[in-house]
């Protein structure tokens, strides 16, 4: 037997930072010691407030009471993400976290819907979705049925700056200790590379066995000290550039994310409970900082409360995001652009993977290729998704959009796309995190329209199709009524 890792460094506050120390510590107990080391200084990148559902499963695991996370995060509840003038200009699409209507073994619902389209029923995907419906009605409530149709999957928007600092606590209380310090030196053992230990500016050392590097786009380790190096994929997401603004808080909160395509990029506009979230996602090759600047701050639909911030970023990953004894998480790792809300969910998976590989003293190398694999695989896949937003588009009205239409896109993306225009049939590759709704729902609000529809869903007469149809859409639409809105919800929700 190997002797065990003992103690863990993380390096970096932010958000991945925290969210790598409560879990590790939350998982690992005491078989570690942990600490992590962040530096007043330096600061965070303040950015990142979208998450998508499985932020529950992380909270649910490190025992977050719902009610006071809402509370001292300023959270709003997320249903999904409304996509507007992507497909062209004055159309939109949610992309919502739910599933819409109800499936046969083997068909999917919206084979069925094809079939009824081509008959005489004129109704859409979004009709059959509880939670389109709930975010156009503008109603929230936790929904706990018995019956599986009736499911409304929420994710939530936060201030990342709050939600780090709420882990911080938690984590302190779990035993994690906090190091205030600038890291200037990195010592490497001469024989293996691996890191041994961080030398602060205060002159105090840090050791330990194990390091994870937090520490934001630069990658103190990973890239550093260790030039693992990247790999680019800026000609597949071109944007490479975000200005993010808040703004005061509007009068009634969308249970949503809206997303809104402008001529070399697109806006988001994320509401919180005492503010709101924007910013400005474009390329540097198709529009200057002073016309990015001039669309986002003529694009708020409420006063801007501080001085617009610029960041700059390149689409890609480390080509190992586990190198020696550093494993990156965060945006040490990579960086793939906010427009579906993944950057936090990627520090989240890179930490359970690592719970699930977590090595001995010497690092069997095994674990550190499968943990590579894995996260390399993750990383392409949802790249794969966020190019269909950009490449299926009708728009010609800039050159961006005429380059997005134009580009080369990767042959797993052309594949799914082909299938599903000729076909209807969408096949989600293992552990990919997007589910077949997620890509049904893109598919069809880019406008790419299947052809064709599964066999079964012929396996009824016209008549009995429409009867069921009308009865999913009753069984969807019914709980509307109930619900409370979405900011009474919170009211009442958050003095639990
Ligand atoms: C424009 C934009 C929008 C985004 N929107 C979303 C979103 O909607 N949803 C989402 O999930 N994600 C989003 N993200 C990503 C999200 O912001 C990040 O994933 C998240 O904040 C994690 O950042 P981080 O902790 O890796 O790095 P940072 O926040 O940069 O933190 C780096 C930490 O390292 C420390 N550090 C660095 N160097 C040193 C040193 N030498 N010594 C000591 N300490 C050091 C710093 O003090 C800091 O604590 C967005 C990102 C961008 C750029």
């Not at 602060?200 to 390091?211: A, C, E, H, I, M």
């Not at 590989?357 to 390399?376: C, M, R, T, W, Y």
């Not at 064709?452 to 019914?478: F, T």
Request: aromatic letters at 8%.
């Amino acid at each position: 037997m190997n002797s065990p890792i003992k103690k863990v460094v993380v390096l970096g506050g932010g958000t991945s930072g925290w969210i790598s120390a409560a879990l590790l510590k939350k998982i690992l107990g005491s078989a570690i010691q942990l600490e992590l080391v962040e530096s007043d200084a330096i600061g965070t990148i303040g950015v990142g407030e979208a998450t998508i559902p499985p932020i529950k499963h992380l909270n649910n695991v490190l025992g977050i009471n719902e009610a006071e996370f809402l509370r001292e995060t300023k959270a709003t509840i997320k249903l999904g993400i409304n996509f507007e003038n992507w497909k062209s200009q004055g159309h939109s699409y949610l992309h919502s976290f739910g599933a819409a209507g109800k499936s046969l073994a083997f068909c999917h619902f919206h084979h069925l819907l094809k079939r009824a389209n081509q008959l005489e029923d004129d109704s859409h995907l979004w009709q059959y979705d509880l939670n389109y419906l709930c975010a156009k009605a503008g109603k929230f409530a936790q929904i706990k049925s018995k019956d599986p149709i009736i499911e409304l999957p929420y994710a939530y928007h936060f201030d990342a700056g709050l939600y780090a600092k709420f882990l911080r606590k938690f984590s302190e209380k779990i035993g994690v200790i906090r190091t205030e310090g600038l890291v200037e030196h990195v010592e490497q053992c001469p024989n293996s590379g691996h890191i041994t230990s961080l030398k602060l500016k205060s002159g105090q050392t840090v050791t330990g066995d194990l390091f994870i590097d937090c520490s934001g786009f630069k990658g103190v380790l990973i890239q550093e000290k260790l030039r693992t190096g990247y790999e680019d994929w800026s000609h597949l997401l071109q944007c490479d550039r975000a200005i993010a603004v808040p703004s005061e808080r509007l009068e009634k909160t969308l249970p949503y994310t809206r997303s809104i395509a402008h001529a070399a990029g697109w806006q988001w506009r994320i509401p919180l409970q005492h503010r709101n979230g924007n910013g400005l996602v474009y390329s540097s090759s198709h529009c200057s900082e002073q016309q990015a600047m001039d669309t986002i701050m003529g694009n708020l639909d409420s006063k801007a409360i501080a001085d617009p911030k610029v960041i700059k970023f390149q689409t890609g990953r480390r080509y190992q995001q586990w190198n020696k004894n550093v494993i990156a998480i965060g945006l040490s790792s990579g960086f793939l652009e906010p427009l579906e809300s993944t950057s936090i969910h990627l520090v989240q998976s890179a930490v359970v993977r690592l719970a699930h590989l977590f090595p001995h003293q010497g690092i069997n190398s095994s674990l550190v290729d499968e943990f590579n694999k894995q996260s390399a695989t993750e990383f392409e896949q949802i790249r794969d998704f966020l190019v269909l937003h950009y490449h299926a588009t009708e728009r010609t009205d800039s050159d961006f959009w005429q380059d997005m239409r134009h580009m080369k896109i990767p042959d797993s993306l052309a594949h799914k796309i082909e299938i599903f225009k000729q076909s209807g049939r969408l096949f989600r590759e293992q552990n990919d995190l997007f589910t077949d709704s997620s890509w049904l729902q893109v598919m069809l609000g880019q406008g790419v329209v299947p052809q064709d529809y599964h066999p079964i869903a012929n396996i009824m007469s016209d008549e009995k199709l429409a009867e069921m149809l009308r009865k999913v859409k009753e069984i969807k639409q019914a709980p509307i009524d109930k619900l409370p809105s979405h900011d009474e919800f919170l009211r009442i929700f958050c003095q639990q």
